[in-house]
């Protein structure tokens, strides 16, 4: 009763007799209209308490229908309560003040007294100044401590990167204190500041080191070859004004801190692009897995866990597969990856190269072209990952899903492993023979056909059973038990001997464990068929591109022809009985055909085809209007099929006239039971189906790497098996072929 009441003071009124109380406020008007409200609103500057209002409102004027108006307001987030000022500062500059933190929703007295009580600590990092630190904090009317003096309220820290190692001793301890600090790095072109780093409550700095450290592959490279720790120097880079405008902001965060306003934005790193003016804000968010605030066993735990397939309601049918969550809910689940700074994946982009229609999108860097060397790091920043789609949003999720698949599979340090030789292992180790699937006769011309071909198709050496190497546990949905394999051919990048390649083939992300499972599966039996009919350079069936019924088929015919490309899809569905297609194009109007494909595989034999086109479509602008020099840069076997390759001369291209087998195909909702019915396909071949969570417990994502020891990739792998077996028993060819017989060409894709 005796406080006194008033409209927060960042609002002003204005009263238009008999119409309304207009409240105006930096960022826009307030009208306020009912029976006395003129009548209320010129006693509410703040210089009366409740028993003063109501002596001064007319006596016709019920008191109940005054405390329901000043309710309301109340609510709205419209008044405030008032103590006595006697501050003896600028009047002026302090009802500025009180005016600001009444608009931040703060108790303005409390916020003041806060900002001008209590204690900063100011703390320099690998050499940086503190002198324009340390005046911003001042004129922002905050109180500075010595350095050694206990009992700040909140540490600013100034650096000049953001991985100098002597902020890990900072964040240590102030973990021990649990004192709040704030970061910046107030010189460079671009200058952050940000974030608060709270012990115990979300990320500490080694979490952000984390994310920095993946973002700067090529600086890691070269330190790690030198021998050295920590970011590398680089030349002083800094004006005074730009300086000054990141110490300014600075100052207003740590100020808004310690008055209690809370935002999302404290927990991001604030960037200011000083050449551009432009601002950009990337989330900090705490690892799970950290080993400084987390539990770094999750990932190890994970791998010693069965993979369990459920049901799973299907959500989405039309993007080119069918899925547990729609494209618009994967974006807004993990959008917040997306940062060149603290993201998992840098950007994502729409490829501008050739068609809008064409819908192909590049994202972040490719983990699987990961490698040893100079060659190997120019490999991890030139490739890109890629994303198809019927429409933009389809690729622009899919390219992003595919990054976070790429970087899931990485190997980070904290996976599962068993150190021990296969002979040690027993009959719980795969061997790596059965799913690298080398034919003899590559391991001894491998000198020569690695110099003359493309990294993808690398043959590694003969595996030494007696040789100790890191193995990771993988579960067999065949067998409900764990097996053995070596980490380094499941893990991007995982120390490996030189007989271990790991590939990309079965990685895959989905909105669920069922919805990336079965992307696995399908990954497998997709290129499995490619490499039967590739390599044996069999004769296959073409779709009825008129018969399908589809208008996103009838589209991408219309948009071929004006490229002045041929477009055809043949079956090459095999025994496993899923259907896999091949959307292969050529020029009619140039001096090359430049042939290319695209491939797809799904029981919903309308997907296969929407797959197979949008893969094309995905690959297609590499190729576009390329010139020489362009021609030169690319992949060598690619390049060598651009120059060489015609229907002519490749005519298994070419369909074999012969109608292409009807597929059935019957809608059901469950994806689980689509994961169950391409099992028993593969086990009914006599494989068994192995199965390895690769989900990063801070992505979210669901990734898996699906392993069928037997299938085939569709590289260059010869050994015998159903590379031979498979094409005699679908009437293809009357013998299996002999290895000299097979297709010189490696798949390339």
């Known amino acids: 009763m005796r406080e006194r009441i008033g409209f927060k003071r960042h609002l002003r009124t204005e009263i238009v007799q008999g119409e309304a109380v207009y409240l105006f406020a930096e960022n826009g008007v307030t009208a306020l209209r009912g029976p006395h409200v003129e009548l209320i609103a010129p006693l509410l500057d703040g210089t009366r308490d409740l028993t003063a209002l109501l002596s001064e409102m007319p006596e016709h004027v019920p008191t109940e229908h005054v405390g329901r108006v000043l309710t309301r307001l109340g609510a709205a987030g419209l008044l405030c309560t008032r103590e006595p000022d006697d501050h003896t500062g600028d009047p002026a500059t302090r009802a500025a003040a009180l005016a ?20 900063v600590r100011l703390v320099a990092v690998g050499g940086a100044a503190t002198g324009a ?4 904090l001042r004129r922002a009317g905050l109180v500075l401590s010595a350095e050694d003096e206990p009992g700040a309220a909140l540490t600013v820290v100034v650096c000049d990167d953001y991985l100098a190692p002597g902020l890990r001793e900072v964040d240590e301890s102030h973990r021990a204190t649990g004192t709040p600090w704030l970061l910046t790095r107030p010189t460079g072109t671009q200058v952050w500041v940000g974030p ?11 979490c952000l080191a984390t994310r920095l450290s993946a973002n700067r592959p090529a600086e890691a490279h070269v330190q790690a070859r030198r021998g050295q720790n920590g970011p590398a120097a680089r030349p002083a880079v800094h004006l005074p004004s730009v300086t000054a405008t990141a110490v300014e902001v600075a100052a207003l965060e740590a100020t808004k801190w310690l008055a209690g306003h809370r935002h999302p934005g404290q927990r991001e790193v604030w960037a200011c692009d000083s050449l551009t003016l432009r601002t950009t804000h990337h989330q900090v968010r705490a690892l799970p897995q950290c080993p400084d605030c987390g539990d770094p066993d999750i990932v190890r735990q994970q791998a010693h866990r069965p993979v369990l397939i459920g049901q799973r309601l299907k959500r989405s049918r039309d993007g080119g597969g069918h899925r547990s969550s729609t494209p618009g809910e994967v974006l807004d689940t993990y959008g917040h990856l997306i940062s060149p700074v603290t993201g998992v994946v840098k950007d994502v982009r729409r490829d501008s190269r050739g068609p809008s229609t064409f819908h192909s999108y590049r994202s972040g860097l490719n983990h699987a ?8 790091l120019r490999s991890t920043l030139r490739c890109e990952n890629g994303g198809k789609g019927v429409t933009a949003l389809d690729a622009e999720v899919g390219a992003l899903c595919e990054a976070l698949e790429r970087y899931s599979a990485g190997y980070h340090g904290d996976e599962a492993r068993i150190r021990g030789s296969f002979r040690t292992l027993g009959d719980e180790a795969v061997h790596p023979d059965t799913f690298q699937l080398y034919h003899p006769r590559q391991f001894e011309d491998r000198t020569a056909w690695n110099g003359a071909h493309s990294a993808f198709q690398h043959v590694a050496e003969p595996f030494d059973e007696t040789g100790v190497l890191d193995w990771t546990p993988v579960w067999s949905m065949t067998a409900q038990c764990h097996r053995l394999m070596p980490t380094s051919s499941l893990y991007f990048g995982a120390p490996a001997p030189r007989s271990i390649v790991a590939n990309s083939n079965g990685c895959a992300a989905g909105s669920s464990i069922e919805d990336a499972t079965l992307q696995g599966m399908l990954e497998l039996v ?24 589809d208008p996103f088929v009838d589209e991408m015919r219309e948009v071929y022809a004006d490229l002045g490309r041929e477009l055809w899809v043949l079956d090459l569905t095999a025994d496993l009985g899923v259907p896999v297609l091949a959307a292969v194009s050529r020029r009619v109007d140039g001096p090359h055909e430049d042939i290319m494909f695209g491939f797809g595989a799904h029981l919903d ?18 190729i576009i209007d390329l010139d020489d020099n362009g021609r030169r840069a690319l992949d060598v076997d690619l390049r060598g099929w651009l120059a060489d390759a015609t229907i002519a001369n490749q005519p298994y291209l070419a369909p074999s006239g012969a109608a292409a087998p009807h597929h059935d195909y019957s809608r059901q909702p469950d994806l689980g039971e689509d994961v169950r019915s391409v099992q028993t396909r593969i086990e009914a071949a006599g494989m068994e189906v192995l199965v390895l969570d690769q989900t990063r417990p801070h992505v979210g994502l669901p990734v898996v790497k699906v392993v069928v020891p037997g299938m085939r990739h569709f590289w260059s792998r010869l050994a015998q098996g159903r590379l031979y077996d498979v094409p005699v028993a679908l009437g293809r060819v009357r013998r299996p072929a002999t290895y000299d017989e097979l297709n010189p060409i490696p798949m390339f894709m």
Do not use: K
């Open 100 to 119: 600001y933190w009444d608009a931040a929703g703060l108790d303005a007295t409390s916020a003041v007294t806060s900002t001008t009580t209590a204690r």
């Open 369 to 376: 072209a990961n490698g040893g060397g100079f060659e190997g």
């Open 605 to 622: 034999p309308r997907c296969a085809l929407r797959r197979a086109l949008t893969e094309l479509n995905q690959v297609m602008p590499t």
């Open 526 to 549: 997709e290129r499995d068929a490619i490499a039967l009919w590739w390599y044996n350079r069999s004769v296959v069936p073409a779709v009825d591109l008129d018969a399908a019924g």
């Open 196 to 206: 608060v780093f709270t012990p115990g409550d979300g990320a500490c700095w080694r």
């Open 133 to 136: 630190m340390a005046g911003a």
